[in-house]
T-cell receptor, first 116, second 114 residues
Framework: ETGVTQTPRHLVMGMTNKKSLKCEQH?????MYWYKQSAKKPLELMFV???????ENNSVPSRFSPECPNSSHLFLHLHTLQPEDSALYLC???????????????FGAGTRLSVL | AQSVTQPDIHITVSEGASLELRCNYS??????LFWYVQSPGQGLQLLLK??????LVQGIKGFEAEFKRSQSSFNLRKPSVHWSDAAEYFC????????????FGTGTRLKVLA
């Protein structure tokens, strides 16, 4: 039990669908992250939020839209995805964003996304 | 350029044997170093971290890692592997300035033979 919960665990969607991934952290952290994990590639940082403010958008296509309504919840809204977007999407959180030893990242179990 | 290399994509060991997973990094300064483990269908779990001080770091599940500045390495070890250790292991580095941007290696998949 990592304290970071992601739902759904698995998602299959068509290219014209709209869906959302949800992440909730129960650790009292102030920063939250979205990563994409594709086979044989390093983890790719997508978005970072600190105290509900987006501080990083790592050149992610606009078909991915993040939302952070409060410091405990993070969403990733998906629309008009491509098959190459199929991957494991991981959420992480950290106590703070930048201070050493306070920005250790703790991960959820991920959402396995398949785009048909 | 900053990078993390895990030279072994797959490693197979017998249960009870010792294990060493390699991690080399390229960084302008001494980074902060992490090892994470990802069991099948799961997210990444932090095994251990190095910030400063003693270069031999103890982690959870009986793992340890040694930071060797001269070799730019942070290898993960376990003296006796259990079948439940079968998973993928990721080395990661973070900047000493406290940036949140980790650089992850591509992972080493460990298979344990009974």
């Amino acid at each position: 039990e990592t304290g970071v919960t992601q739902t759904p665990r698995h998602l299959v969607m068509g290219m014209t669908n709209k869906k959302s991934l949800k992440c909730e952290q129960h650790l009292g952290h102030n920063a939250m992250y979205w990563y994409k994990q594709s086979a044989k590639k390093p983890l790719e940082l997508m978005f970072v939020y600190s105290l509900e403010e987006r501080v990083e958008n790592n050149s992610v296509p606009s078909r991915f839209s993040p939302e952070c309504p409060n410091s405990s919840h993070l969403f990733l809204h998906l629309h008009t995805l491509q098959p190459e977007d199929s991957a494991l999407y991981l959420c992480a959180s950290s106590q703070e964003l930048r201070r050493v030893a306070k920005n250790i990242q703790y991960f959820g179990a991920g959402t396995r996304l398949s785009v048909l | 350029a900053q990078s993390v290399t895990q030279p072994d994509i797959h490693i197979t060991v017998s249960e009870g044997a010792s294990l060493e997973l390699r991690c080399n990094y390229s960084y302008g300064a001494t980074p902060y170093l992490f090892w994470y483990v990802q069991s099948p269908g799961q997210g990444l779990q932090l095994l251990l971290k190095y910030f400063s001080g003693d270069t031999l770091v103890q982690g959870i599940k009986g793992f340890e890692a040694e930071f060797k500045r001269s070799q730019s390495s942070f290898n993960l070890r376990k003296p006796s592997v259990h079948w439940s250790d079968a998973a993928e292991y990721f080395c990661a580095v973070g900047a000493p300035s406290g940036t949140y941007k980790y650089i992850f290696g591509t992972g080493t998949r460990l298979k344990v033979l009974a």
